[in-house]
């Protein structure tokens, strides 16, 4: 599996995560830096001969055109976790990189993104060349690059919340909306997803956008045997709530009220700052408490932008509990993280373990990466520890990497069946 | 088993934790207050048929004589969280209790436990004679109370660190040093804990003190059939360590530093203000995180008296972590808790589930408690979530509560073989 | 002047300040608690001979109903700071309190505290009937309690933003549009004032309703000699920041964003929880740091309610600066305080100092009394020391004691030629 | 004044501090960086003449060998504030400015300090023979420099707290000491102080260390018109404490404890490890609130080293206090700042301010600079508003920058009189 090449195709190549991605990549390609923040490279995961983080082919597209290296050096400023030193080394391949990326599409994202882009957008109008543009982008990266496997990762800026609508529980309406060019119902995730399922990618929703991985979606991908997981990573203050609510839950010690404020000055911040995009974050950040509590104690979730914090996501909760003879304590938490040095070796752990699962013909939802995700679609279990005890499992359950080949030939087997994506 | 009687003897029982463990019991009686902080209450273990709290007879020792309603008093002040209205209804039974209270016993206590004392202290000089006074005090109790079952709770104040001892690994000749009267190997805890084993208790070391559960008295215990479990309750810092250090291990991100600062003003604060006292709760609080983390990061544990604090324990914790490209970030945390409030419902926990434990025959230490102790004996395992899980699995693992008689017969049995605790 | 009678009508009577104030004033006139949080106790103004804090005799209205007794009971909950024990003693004394309290007025006070009022409400619709009916309180109260002064202090709920209009510049105007009973441009808060003003009081806005004190009606009290003050007292988070700021202006540190979260579960919290009402206050927090730095810096005041705090109001602030060289540093603060504990002995200062202009005759704003207002009207200095300072100052231009009377007796003489209040 | 050339000396030069102070100075020369930070650089300075930044010539001495540019690296690191873009243009100027540097002394130094230097140590053993190689690195500083006028800063770590001696008090007995060779009753500080006098240098203690200016040298100072200060600059929870103390005296709030927790990684954390160091830090730093409040608070003053912070220096302080009828509440801070990007500027500012009242003449104590320091000698003052407030009423005092000349001529007349270092 070593030998096969994996793709991953980033959707928001040109943003802060996905640069942050690429500089991780290119610097542990060269030894630059060590392993802390993947995930994958702890010791549980040596057995699985997943694809080497330095062996990925990072490639991707995006609505805005700021240059790769230009993002760089901004993350590489004093609130934002790059290390300076590193860029000189990597300015040439990121460079190259930079100049493989690919426009993307506008189809209804919203007010916030679309101010993002000078001009009418990139993205053709109609539904059905804007797909057809992905389709096209996702075959040449593939055959440019001599791929095997592609897992495709949404890392673009939220989107407004998408309201439910019929098509999305029925891929065969939905696929009537698509060729009927109406996209009412849709959002460019929607059509980013789609057309990866279509090419027989793996796909990766990293972002709270509830159009993605719609369950229409989600079913065509179980049944070509494709693996798909969202939504929404879990780096900063949800991270910190799924490890410490056990706490409240197993004392008995009931929640009264739980109140958080985050504040951010990336590009993420500024579009969070509009309330209909806010929406669909304060949603997935919200569901975790009830989730693990057993009752929906008072919450606040507050998204404020403030630029001077450039990358340095700072998170204050107040979490106001009650204890024995009715007393009432209080925990307070200040978590300050680099936001993207925090999701970008998530995105390489998932890129890992998404070509794992599509060269073994995992087809669906994947629960096992539950704890990736602050919303994970199809896994109750919001809890931190036994989201990770789910992982461990996960491995523990694999055949040693030494058998993995005939494994992976049946995976490819099946995902052949479906037709577009070649594999190994 | 409900109908069996079960008393509590509190060593300490005129101090804080111990006090509102009185309170707390009293005002469940009456229909006062409601659960929480009860772990024991939470749905999971409504099939065990455990010991009523308000069927709990209590009883025990202290050193000092402040009267409990005094104490009281002083824990329904500002920074206490008993509820002041609570009193009034209670303190003819407060009273009622704190007569029947025995004086303790000052063997090797330590300076700081020693200077609370006035004069020559209430104890005997000679181990023999002090374990002989304990002996007799808890007969008494016994007998007066008619009780069928009894669990011994060490609330006292952290005595200084034990040095090792062969007699501390042999208990033949623990007995023979006892016999001759030769206590310099031993504190008032050891004492106190042979007392009880002796006597077919079950004995519980909430404190840090290392004196009470040597591993010839665990031993002892195991042969007899008698449960006992410490060390030193986790009721605040550390509880919040042992919910958020996994976050850092199963994400990969290598802790730097983690400083902590526990400001505290009640007697116990006054008492770790001592250096030597000190040491053995620092040590106690200290290897949480390698045995969570895998390795030994930096590390503080400071404790500070602040007398105008009362009884609201305040800690800061600084986490400083390192991430993705060698960024470093952090996390601070301050708790503000009342620590007798925190600690006193899981003494009520601890009691229920020994005297369970007792009545079962379950002999030596009790893992599946290991989710209430700071240092949980025999317990490597110091994640908060799956120290819970053991306590799920071992309510799983239990027969019904109809079930139950015949085997609290057997285990009665056994422990009547050991001669002086009537039971059943 | 110790000798003669002052009386304190409050608006909102039966709110937690006005309870506080209550409380404390009762309290203090038994000798059962200490004059910590009085500013006027500090030695400095010993030499004033102001009228004692336990001579003051208290009235006011109220829109709402709740008995005085209940509030005061609810704030001697664990997470309010008034002290249980204190009221068994107070409880007569605060119920006859509240038996003279009359009904408030309604006029344009904005959705939330509208909806506090069950049916039509306590006031006339009329202003002028409200007017009246205002006034004839006063008198009321001043000639059942045979008071010699008459301090009007207003502790109602924030009301909306009142939008500006020529009759707030122009005493004449003011009044043709009073007469004509079109109070479009008016607040019930106005009509408070102008009521006291009529009556010869003194007026203190401890609110952030900027309806109270209009210029017009400023202009009118400087005219008649009355004292009036203002708006909004300064208590937790702004209290903070005056003190906090001039760190960075005297240090050349600029600030990049100061960002502040305010939590609070009081009836002030469900009040300001609504977005109309909450403009107000915000204004009136926000314009703090622009005059004490010099420049605007990115700013954020969040007020959210959250029940469980009660009266303990929480107070998050991140403040981002820059150093040497462009480092970007950071300063945070937790604030936790009981909100009427902070306000009430500000209003009892308020109401001597105001009681002592009155006998003086100072007419108009008392900028002296800047210290106590986040928005001290007529004074553009919001740094606290120097506000204090100019407190500090006039206590220091004051005639001894003993020559005063002769002052107070030309204070009287101008303010009887107003006709109304019955001074000296 | 402005053509004059001014020297600074740094003791210490190849420390963290003064390494930020070179790397400003010289970015600053070449307009790589703002004035941030830099107090001198307000408004209120303009009319002074002050010599600029740019020009000022810095020299000094260390006792340990590590090169400024290595320094001037790690302080590039990320949790230090030095921008690393900076340091490529200025490593030739910071190579020459390290080349420049002498040796220092060890005289009785203290344990920790002692330890940084390899072997015996650099400094003569004879304190007559150590005065008489500081004099000459000070001659030939001002000689090859051509200097007009120099400015003596020690930044050394903190040295152990000297005790009291009759040759402190007594310029004469002091003298004699020195002559005898005998220098018990001194230390490194006291010599480098000395020999500054002596050569008609300003000298500043910018550390806590009390050996430096002992009042028989303030005396020599005043005696020749040479100006001094110290102690210890006042760049983080100090200099927020003496903000917010002024708070809680105004609003006759007691306070019941401060508590603070100082988290340093740097060389000064190290050092300060040492509790014979730390000492002397806490001293300096904890008088500072029974000036402020006029009681002495229960208080605690930890330093704790914390390696992986760096130069990110963090501290955490609980103030607890007393309101209203007895009411307890709480505010908590939490700083965090780059410990040298703080103090360089306040050390340009230093010796500026210095440089100017040394060709004015100023002899002794400079009371005016109170603001700049933790344990400002001569002054009671401790509130940062009045002691800044005092900068700006001797700024006010001075005569315009045009009238300066003669003065300065005057000032050197008299600096002359004491013979040794030229000027004008």
């Not at 060269?359 to 995992?362: I, M, N, P, T």
């Given at each position: 599996?070593?030998?096969?090449?994996?793709?991953?195709?980033?959707?928001?190549?040109?943003g802060?995560?996905a640069?942050?991605v690429?500089?991780?990549?290119?610097?542990?390609a060269?030894g630059?830096v060590?392993?802390?923040?993947?995930v994958t490279a702890?010791?549980?995961f040596?057995t699985l001969?997943?694809?080497?983080?330095e062996?990925l082919v990072?490639g991707?597209?995006?609505?805005?055109?700021?240059?790769v290296?230009?993002?760089a050096?901004?993350l590489?400023g004093q609130?934002s976790?790059v290390?300076?030193?590193?860029l000189?080394?990597?300015?040439?391949e990121?460079?190259?990189?930079?100049?493989r990326?690919?426009?993307?599409?506008?189809?209804?994202v919203?007010?916030?993104?679309a101010?993002?882009v000078?001009?009418?957008?990139?993205?053709?109008?109609?539904?059905r060349?804007?797909l057809?543009?992905?389709?096209?982008?996702?075959?040449?990266?593939?055959?440019?690059g001599?791929?095997?496997?592609?897992?495709?990762?949404?890392?673009?800026?939220?989107?407004?919340?998408?309201a439910?609508?019929?098509?999305?529980?029925?891929?065969?309406?939905?696929?009537?909306?698509?060729?009927?060019?109406d996209?009412q119902?849709m959002r460019?995730?929607?059509l980013?997803?789609?057309?990866?399922?279509?090419e027989g990618?793996?796909f990766i929703?990293?972002?709270p956008?509830?159009g993605?991985l719609l369950?229409?979606?989600v079913?065509h991908a179980?049944?070509?045997?494709?693996?798909?997981m969202?939504?929404d990573g879990?780096t900063?203050?949800?991270?910190?709530?799924?490890a410490l609510?056990p706490?409240?839950?197993?004392?008995n010690l009931p929640?009264?009220?739980?109140?958080?404020?985050n504040l951010?000055?990336?590009?993420d911040?500024a579009?969070?700052?509009d309330?209909?995009?806010?929406?669909?974050?304060?949603?997935?950040?919200?569901q975790?408490?009830p989730?693990i509590?057993?009752y929906?104690?008072?919450?606040?979730?507050?998204?404020?932008?403030?630029?001077?914090?450039d990358?340095?996501?700072?998170?204050?909760?107040l979490?106001?509990?009650?204890?024995?003879?009715?007393?009432?304590?209080?925990?307070?938490?200040?978590w300050?993280?680099?936001?993207?040095?925090?999701?970008?070796?998530?995105?390489?752990?998932?890129?890992?373990?998404a070509?794992?699962?599509l060269?073994?013909?995992?087809g669906?939802?994947?629960p096992h990466l539950?704890?990736?995700?602050?919303d994970?679609?199809?896994?109750?279990?919001?809890?931190?520890v036994p989201?990770?005890?789910?992982?461990?499992?996960?491995?523990?359950?694999?055949?040693?990497?030494a058998?993995e080949?005939q494994?992976?030939?049946q995976?490819?087997?099946k995902?052949?069946g479906?037709?577009?994506?070649?594999?190994?």
């Open positions: 599996m070593g030998r096969s090449r994996v793709g991953v195709w980033l959707i928001g190549a040109r802060a995560v640069t942050t690429a500089v991780g990549a290119l610097a542990r060269r630059l060590d392993d802390a923040g993947l702890l010791p549980l040596q001969g997943l694809p080497a983080v062996d990072l991707g597209c995006d609505i805005r055109s700021a240059p290296l230009a993002t050096e901004r590489a609130l976790g290390r300076r030193d590193l000189p080394a990597l300015a040439a990121l460079a190259a990189h930079d100049r990326l690919s426009p993307g599409i506008t189809h209804n919203g007010p916030a993104i101010r993002l000078a001009g009418p957008g990139p993205g053709p109008a109609d539904i060349a804007a057809a543009a992905v389709t096209a982008d996702l075959r040449r990266f593939r055959e440019e001599r791929l095997d496997r592609l897992v495709v990762i949404n890392l673009a800026s939220t989107e407004p919340l998408l439910d609508d019929p098509s999305h529980h029925d891929p065969e309406l939905f696929r009537v909306r698509l060729a009927a060019g996209g119902a460019a995730s929607t980013y997803a789609w057309a990866a399922l279509e990618c793996a929703n990293f972002t956008s509830n993605a369950p229409a979606l079913e179980r049944q070509r045997r494709l693996p798909v969202g939504n879990k900063g203050e949800t991270l910190v709530k799924s609510a706490l409240f839950a197993s004392r929640v009264l009220s739980w109140e958080g404020t951010l000055g990336n590009l911040g579009v969070l700052d309330p209909e995009h806010r929406a669909a974050k304060v949603r997935s950040k919200d975790v408490l989730r509590l057993g929906a104690p008072h919450t606040g979730v507050h998204i404020h932008f403030v630029p001077s914090l990358d340095q996501k700072t998170a204050w909760d979490i106001h509990f009650q204890g024995f003879l009715g007393a009432r304590m209080s925990l307070q938490f200040t300050q993280g680099y936001d993207s040095i925090l999701a970008a070796p998530l995105v390489l752990d998932l890129a890992r373990l070509a794992y699962a060269a073994r013909g995992e669906g939802l994947l539950a704890c990736f995700f602050k994970p679609l199809g896994v109750a279990e919001q809890r931190l989201q990770f005890a789910l992982l461990e499992e996960y491995v523990r359950r694999q055949p040693p990497a058998d080949p494994h992976v030939q995976g490819i087997a995902a052949e479906t037709g577009r994506c070649r594999l190994g």
